[in-house]
């Protein structure tokens, strides 16, 4: 069996790839990043893409993709993150 995530270092890991949100319950990823949240079942690892936002609940996260799906994890399944930064810089494309 996998050893799942502690809340603290979950809490930590968040706030280096998210944004927190007003009021703190919620983190969203950038919209130029892809977020990948790994959670161990049965043995295996299932990777939940295109992460937009996570919030931490009292005995579980819940997770929103970009596909509008929502997840709701036990914490101690999450084992990790994948994140890439997508670029910061415009388009290219002038105006005027």
Do not use: N
């Amino acid at each position: 069996m996998m050893p799942g995530m502690k809340k603290d270092t979950f809490q930590k890991m968040l706030a280096e790839c998210c944004t927190s949100e007003k009021g703190g319950a919620g983190h969203s990823v950038a919209d130029q990043d892809q977020l990948t949240m790994l959670v161990a079942i049965d043995g295996s690892l299932l990777p939940v893409e295109r992460v937009s936002r996570v919030e931490l609940r009292a005995d579980f996260v819940q997770v929103e993709s970009a596909r509008s799906e929502v997840y709701l994890v036990e914490l101690s399944r999450v084992v990790g993150f994948k994140l890439k930064r997508g670029s910061r810089e415009g388009t290219g494309f002038l105006s005027g």
